[in-house]
């Protein structure tokens, strides 16, 4: 079957650092993606990761182990405009079909 | 436009209606993406178009879900004989060939009563 886990809520701290996970067992595997999703509003693209390793953008990086079946998302410096839903994704081997986790609500508090 | 447009942002159906919901995507993108997503989940896959083509169709509910994209550009989303569990917001997103990215419209909260 096809699952992607990742925790439901976290709370961080403005400026501190937070990690969200994401682990996956899928049929396929051709990229992982990380989306963010302020309520109400459309996902707008973070990162894309398809081989091992930390992808640096700015104050957000993406890590991927394929072997493990694990991501993470790690934001840096906090602000309160980071709280949002925070969704993990993998696109299957076709290319095609993106699989979506049901997301990681982040509350950001002063 | 900038940016992928959807219309209408917001649909009322009563149930057995017939909806169309429009995508606009990028200009210039290959790739067209319909996406159905529920409150508070993940959105779940349901086409895939490539330029005309309709690649993957695998995550339309039923047969009463059509898509089509006749000449590459605009979408259509169609559900027929509209159900209360079709409530959701549906969303359209666009990329290119590649698919490195995919940039998402507003979406369209349809509410079927």
């Known amino acids: 079957g096809q699952n992607i886990d990742q925790p439901t809520e976290m709370t961080a701290t403005e400026g501190a650092i937070v990690q969200i996970n994401c682990t996956y067992q899928?049929?396929?595997?051709?990229?992982l993606f990380w989306y963010q999703q302020h309520a109400g509003e459309a996902p707008t693209f973070l990162s894309y990761?398809?081989?091992?390793g930390l992808e640096e953008k700015g104050r957000f990086s993406s890590f991927l182990s394929r072997s493990k079946g694990y991501s993470y998302l790690l934001l840096k410096e906090l602000q309160m405009k980071d709280s949002a839903s925070y969704l993990c994704a993998v696109r299957d081997n076709g290319g095609f079909k993106t699989i979506f986790g049901a997301g990681t609500r982040l509350f950001v508090k002063a | 436009g900038a940016g992928v447009s959807q219309s209408p942002r917001y649909k009322v159906a009563k149930r057995g209606q017939d909806v169309a919901l429009r995508c606009d995507p990028i200009?210039?993108?290959?790739?067209l993406f319909w996406y159905q997503q529920a409150l508070g989940q993940g959105p779940e896959f349901l086409t895939y178009f490539q330029n005309e083509a309709q690649l993957d169709k695998s995550g339309l509910p039923s047969d009463r879900f059509f898509a089509e994209r006749p000449e590459g550009s605009v979408s259509t989303l169609k559900i027929q004989r509209t159900q209360q569990e079709d409530s959701a917001v549906y969303l359209c997103?666009?990329?290119?060939?590649?698919?490195?990215?995919?940039?998402f419209g507003q979406g369209t909260r349809l509410t079927v009563v």
């Open positions: 990761n398809v081989l091992d």
């Open positions: 200009s210039g993108h290959v790739s």
């Open positions: 997103a666009s990329g290119g060939r590649l698919n490195t990215e995919a940039f």
């Open positions: 899928t049929s396929g595997f051709n990229g």
